[in-house]
């Protein structure tokens, strides 16, 4: 269980539709200060579909949202992001023809802190560099110049220079070379030290191991199973009749 004093985002009883479709039934999550939790499930289960939810990128939802205590089912993805949530979509969405250093000037957000008072990490593109530095060997490299893991990267830093309390990661292992999921995960890690909380969607087991806490295993849009990571990728049942490993 997470500390309630350490809640960051609280999802109960989501729903929701493209169209006439019903795509989530119900869905209840919660990810804690400085927790990775994993969104596991085949493909179409539902994952980015619940993300989507969250960061309001969905034509129609239902059900509570809470995000350091403030509701956010009513508001809209800018709002959302002002709040201190970050999105990174797995289709990257970087401005092709904007340099690095552009993409990341476009997602600059203020400094913030902790309800404590502490300081949440400050991300410039100086220590974005630092972070990743494929990255910082190309500032002035237009988007669309970049190889798809790099662009991921670009991706995840523009999201951090929203200088975020927590961040909602869409297969961030998908379609990339080894050695970039190796620094996703380094990546991850890292913002997890820092206090972080990171919701990711995510079908590769031995990435979500390494990273995760916690996960939420999803099919047809509804929680079959949840429990610590260890658990999940230990329990045979579920891999082979859930996440097809």
Not at 51 to 77: D, H, N, Y
């Amino acid at each position: 269980m997470i500390d309630p004093d350490t809640k960051l985002l609280e999802v109960e009883d989501l729903n929701a539709w493209y169209g006439a479709a019903h795509i989530l039934h119900g869905v209840s999550l919660a990810v804690g200060r400085g927790e990775v939790v994993a969104l596991m499930g085949r493909n179409g289960a539902g994952k980015s579909t619940t993300l989507k939810s969250i960061a309001a990128l969905v034509p129609r939802r239902e059900g509570r949202i809470r995000f350091m205590g403030r509701a956010l089912e009513k508001k809209a993805l800018h709002q959302i992001a002002r709040c201190g949530l970050g999105y990174v979509p797995e289709d990257r969405r970087i401005f092709t023809e904007l340099t690095v250093l552009e993409n990341l000037e476009v997602g600059r957000q203020p400094h913030r802190q902790w309800p404590d008072g502490t300081a949440v990490p400050h991300w410039t593109p100086q220590k974005l560099f630092a972070l990743f530095p494929n990255l910082g060997e190309m500032p002035d490299r237009p988007g669309g110049r970049m190889s798809g893991g790099e662009q991921q990267m670009l991706s995840v830093a523009r999201t951090l220079m929203g200088q975020p309390y927590l961040v909602l990661l869409d297969e961030p292992s998908e379609g990339v070379a080894p050695l970039i999921v190796e620094q996703m995960a380094r990546t991850i890690l890292e913002l997890k030290a820092r206090g972080m909380g990171i919701l990711l969607s995510e079908q590769n087991l031995p990435f979500a191991q390494v990273v995760a806490d916690r996960a939420y295993v999803l099919e047809k849009g509804q929680i079959v199973h949840e429990g610590p990571m260890a658990e999940v990728a230990g329990n045979a049942q579920v891999r082979r009749q859930y996440l097809g490993v």
